[in-house]
């Protein structure tokens, strides 16, 4: 069998090393623009060759879509063109209305997996890729009886054998759900880094000053412009509505600190420690 990596960065390379692990004998083959992530993917043995998109299509059973979320959409309607009759294309990314309408309107759409992987670091390409990063995390497919039972079935089968748990969703409450507990938080973690940068010229005091709660919660600050800058814009109205949530809570919080309201800002910290107890739960399922 040969697995296409069609964008081999973080996402994309973590899946084709955690597969390797399992089937010594797949040949994975690399596509991407980039020369520097070809030479790297090629390095650490995520992929066998680089080969064009065309050709990718024409000997994988599975092609693993793992751009950002515009050029997924970009690509989609061309790749499904000239996928072969009884292969699979399934795709990596973190929104998914606007990439399962697309495919909804080719008439390949049952060749179509789409699938959103929870996982992923503050790193972006290839050499941040390792083969432990999808293991015991969670995975969503959209629209499965879309799917032919085929191409559902392999997706089903890697992502099963690399770890994941898999749950199924509608495209329009997986972007929703994300809006919330992804894409808040790294607008979040942008928006502090920017606060503090903006503040604070001197980049040494910063890094003396900084506890490790600082840089915990600032982490993703570090992720991809390129990346997240699409997923923002194709789920900008979930996006939109999360944000205004958080602005008027943290209005709220300001109004209780500038009052000196002791007894709110308390209810406020007690109300969120309630998140441990939550994700306490998740973890255990």
Known sequence: MVISIIGVGLLGGSFALSLREKYPNIKFVGVDNSSVNQKIALAKGIVDD????????????????????????????????????????????????????????????????????????????PGAAFKELLTYKNVIICDKEKSHPDSLGLVETFLFDVGMKIHYMKPVEHDLHLAYVSHLSHISSFALGLTVLDKEQDEKAIFDMASTGFSSTVRLAKSSPQ????????????????????????????????????????????????IGRVLAGIEKK
């Open 227 to 274: 990346m997240w800058a699409p997923i923002f814009d194709q789920n900008k109205i979930n996006v939109s509505k999360a944000l205004g949530d958080y602005i008027e809570l943290l209005k709220k919080f300001k109004d209780a600190i500038d009052k000196e309201d002791l007894k709110t800002s308390l209810n406020f910290m007690s109300r969120a420690n309630d």
């Open 50 to 125: 680089i080969v064009s998109l065309e050709e990718a299509l024409a000997i994988s059973e599975l092609n693993v879509l793992a751009t950002p979320v515009d050029a997924i959409t970009g690509l989609m309607p061309h790749l499904l063109d000239i996928i072969p009759a009884g292969r699979t294309l399934m795709d990596l990314g973190s929104t998914k209305e606007l990439i399962c309408k697309i495919a909804d309107a080719h008439p390949k759409r049952e060749q179509f997996v789409a699938v959103h992987p929870m996982a992923g670091t503050e790193n972006s390409g």
